[in-house]
């Protein structure tokens, strides 16, 4: 009874697990609908009291010393948040260069601040930088995830403690009594106390291993140092004396907080409405919201731009130092985020009035090139919005068309209305691309470009919101027909109306010419030919499981110098590439961009199964996900025996067969046609007994053609086979890189026992013997799923699979034989996009191996 209890609580927890990541995004999407419609109700008032030259005139009469100090506030903020990620990269016992930490961190923060999206988020930045720095993915997944929980407790000390300090003062505008309020403070407060007690008398909570007493003080004053400075960015541009720090303090954590949950990029709008309630009884709205772009322009689009320049600093150096490689690798990602804001910038400069120092100055300026500058401005400016996605895929035509329409917006900044901030910015950007030339070098139309779902609705909602802040701004203006046809210098509404139908035009054939693409006939499977090439390419190198490609059921992508491929398959709308590229390390890169084009424009999902370790940060740069599928098992052939004591089953199992005649051979590739008959009867006797069909993708299938290609290890009892083993070679036992590994393996129903083990034990030995360096034993699935408490769900799915999976796959079972060879495991995952792919790209997949959906279902 209690076995049967334990089981169902079991399988509850695999449904609730396996349901938790949907349950999530629907918390989410309710979450951000109620905080939506609750700021919609709260703003109705303030939306009539604003008005634009009132922002205009708050952000001019701003004092340059308050802009000043706030500068250094932000400073101040970003090197805690340096501190971050070095005090995080202690709690996992990463050891990364501090020069490496800070750059690591401050650009990452600033992109994942400024835009917010999910090609741009800082959890990529850090998964590459701290990649290449030694850190294992899982390591620097842990530091992201000990960050976010600290930041949550810094918010509660901040929060707590301003609504504490000033109760009585909070308590009207929460409507709320004031004793409730500082109850409420207090107790944000003690729950942090609380877990830094937990870290002084305990070590860990369950399987969550908590900081020592010095690294949760370090890390919770680093958070409080973050948030009060970035709160005193925003409080040092406000008037002076209109609210007190310790108040304002509570508000702008809780504004912080709910822009976080919102899920909006950067909390833009969800912030600034928590703010204009919370304050627009104590500040005129006016200046209140000056006070708000500014900061939006301090603590996000500045530090931006910093990071731009860091990037040039280092593209235009003489060294080719690690962090100089390092932001080369991130140069697509900067110079896409940097675009985006120009070209926000931009529309946002079409759709809103220039100052009247500057309408004055136009007068002298001939008014065809006043209209025509700020006209074009405003398309560059949507063109870009579709130039940052391909730059992102380092196209080189994607950099020549960054290039020249910056240098036009840069052309037209001054007479369309003497914009020299957006001449500053779109300089600096100039002169990054101008830097960076050497990371857009992938020859594709920018034409070709897909854009998703998800791109092409952000790019519906910046317009609008763009179209929003242009009637806001002209709120006064009485709209009629004859107001088109107005062109004059003042004539700034008919302008701003002109350039926004132009904009409007533009991005909707844009959109709907990706909607409408095309999709592309699908490849064919390799003919001979380029099978003989594949195998010349195998040659080379020594990846021997990419012998695989010999199969033919596998569609080929070659480089475009012909020196590597990349093998994939096609099921439903997946194209799932098995393994790494094979062939020279630098054109991998070409390889894995070319094949994700080619999918996206077939309207397919591009993806890599069993993928290693090494090339993680190319998959990251793609914008892919990453899943781990189990870890590898590949046994060192160096002074390989059967000697030791952890050897000794293996010697036992060796000697039982010798004893009762068995004995171990290798036959040729060339005469392994002889000798076909006698190993399909024992596939075929194994296929029965087991009542399973071939497989195929990830695994050969018994093809003579196939088998024939490469050599095949037998066990005999007297002149019958009873087992054999097909093997996978590659590279050049002579030179010290050749390795070795299984692909099909099978034995008779009445095959003596211990026959397998004394046929691999033998095969490692005589590769050994050979100069083979490595024989690999295949994949264990789902082993090695990470067991810590903070672990995803996928993790914790995994691993109740491999425990409790015995019905549908012998997981611990493989492992355990595999175990017996004492090899080296190394982990594989799947790279894909996210969402709900990878749930639909393992299904594709299996039903790949299993030859359709129905082998999924059977064995």
């Known amino acids: 009874m209690a076995l049967s209890s334990r089981r169902s609580l079991q399988a509850l927890t695999a449904r609730v697990l396996a349901h938790a990541d949907a349950l999530r995004r629907i918390a989410i999407v309710v979450g951000v609908l109620a905080i939506g419609t609750l700021l919609v109700f709260a703003l109705r008032g303030f939306w009539h009291e604003l008005r634009y030259d009132d922002i205009v005139a708050a952000i001019e009469a701003t004092p340059g010393t308050r802009i000043a100090l706030a500068v250094l506030a932000t400073a101040v903020s970003f090197a805690a948040l340096v501190g971050y990620d070095a005090s995080s990269l202690r709690y996992v016992g990463a050891r990364v260069p501090p020069r490496t930490i800070a750059k690591t961190a401050f650009v990452a923060y600033a992109l994942s601040n400024t835009i917010g999206l999910g090609v741009f988020t800082g959890g990529a930045v850090r998964m590459r930088l701290y990649g290449a720095a030694g850190v294992e993915p899982a390591d620097v997944s842990r530091a992201i995830v000990f960050n976010a929980l600290v930041f949550g407790l810094g918010a509660c000390a901040v929060g707590g403690a301003g609504l504490w300090w000033d109760a009585a003062a909070l308590a009207p505008l929460l409507r709320l009594p004031a004793w409730v309020v500082a109850v409420c403070g207090a107790a944000a407060m003690g729950s942090v ?106 603590y996000y689009v500045l530090p931006l731009l910093i990071a731009l320049g860091v990037l040039i600093v280092h593209e235009t150096g003489q060294l080719a130092t690690p962090a100089r490689r390092f932001l080369s690798g991130l140069a697509p990602r900067v110079l896409a985020a940097a675009t985006l804001v120009a070209a926000v910038m931009l529309l946002v400069s079409g759709a809103t009035p220039a100052t009247g120092r500057a ?177 010349a390419i195998l040659r080379m190198q020594s990846q021997a499981d990419a012998g695989l490609v010999l199969t033919g059921d596998k569609h080929l992508l070659f480089s475009e110098s012909g020196d590597a491929f990349l093998m994939y398959g096609r099921q439903g709308r997946s194209w799932i590439a098995l393994f790494d590229p094979v062939g020279p390390r630098g054109s991998w890169p070409e390889l894995v961009w070319r094949f994700l084009e080619l999918a996206r424009d077939a309207g397919a999902r591009g993806c890599f199964y069993q993928v290693g370790q090494d090339a993680l940060p190319l998959y990251l740069d793609a914008g892919l996900r990453l899943f781990k599928l189990g870890e590898y098992a590949s046994v060192p052939l160096a002074g390989f025996s059967l000697q030791g004591k952890r050897r000794g089953n293996l010697r036992t199992a060796v000697n039982r067969a010798e004893r009762e005649g068995l004995t171990f051979a290798i036959i040729d590739a060339a005469d392994v046609p002889v000798a076909v008959p006698a190993l399909r009867m024992v596939s075929d006797a194994w296929l029965g007994e087991h009542r399973a069909a071939e497989k195929r993708f990830s695994i050969g299938a018994f093809d003579p053609d196939y088998i024939a290609r490469n050599p095949v290890a037998v066990v005999r009892d007297g002149a019958r086979i009873v087992a054999f083993a097909s093997l996978l070679v590659a590279g050049d036992p002579s030179n010290g890189e050749a390795e070795a590994s299984i692909d099909l393996m099978r034995h008779l129903p009445d095959a003596p026992p211990g026959t397998m083990d004394f046929l691999f034990a033998r095969l490692l030995q005589h590769l050994a013997d050979a100069g083979y360096v490595r024989f690999g034993l295949g994949m264990a699935p789902l082993s090695g799923m990470a067991a810590h408490a903070l672990a995803p769900n996928w993790h914790r799915m995994g691993r109740l699979l491999f425990a409790r999976g015995e019905q549908f796959y012998n997981f611990r079972g493989l492992r355990a034989f595999k175990d017996k060879f004492d090899p080296q495991w190394d982990a594989r995952y799947l790279a894909t996009p996210g969402g709900v792919a990878p749930l639909l790209v393992l299904a594709d997949a299996a039903a790949l191996i299993a030859g359709g959906y129905r082998g999924v279902l059977s064995k």
């Open 359 to 535: 309408l004055q100055t136009l007068q002298v300026l001939p008014l065809p090139l006043v209209e025509a500058a700020h006209f074009l401005s405003s398309i560059i400016g949507v063109l870009l919005l579709f130039v940052a996605r391909a730059l992102l895929r380092r196209l080189d035509a994607a950099w020549w068309a960054a290039v020249v329409l910056v240098a036009l917006a840069l052309l037209f900044a001054l007479p369309k209305g003497l914009a020299l901030t957006e001449a500053v910015v779109l300089s600096a950007l100039l002169v990054a691309l101008l830097a960076s030339r050497r990371s857009f070098k992938r020859r594709a139309s920018l034409l070709a470009v897909p854009f998703t779902g998800g791109w092409l609705l952000a790019m519906a909602v910046i317009c609008i919101a763009v179209t929003g802040l242009l009637f806001f701004a002209y709120r006064d203006v009485a709209y009629g027909h004859q107001l088109w046809w107005q062109f004059a210098v003042s004539g700034e509404a008919p302008r701003s109306l002109r350039a926004m139908v132009a904009v409007a035009v533009v991005a909707l054939v844009l959109a709907l010419r990706q909607l409408v693409r095309p999709g592309m006939p699908a490849p064919p499977l390799p003919d001979a030919a380029q099978l003989a090439q594949a195998q």
């Open 193 to 298: 106390l609380l877990v830094l007690g937990l870290c002084h008398v305990r070590d860990r909570i369950g399987r969550v291993r908590l900081p020592s007493p010095r690294l949760a003080w370090t890390q919770l004053a680093l958070s409080v140092l973050d948030i009060t400075a970035a709160a005193a960015v925003l409080w040092l541009l406000l008037p002076d004396g209109a609210v007190g720090f310790a108040t304002f303090l509570g508000f702008y954590a809780a504004a912080v907080v709910i822009g976080v949950i919102s899920h909006v990029p950067g909390g833009l709008g969800v912030f600034e409405a928590v703010m204009l309630v919370a304050l627009g009884s104590r500040v005129p709205a006016g200046e209140l919201a000056g006070a708000l772009v500014l900061y939006r322009l301090v």
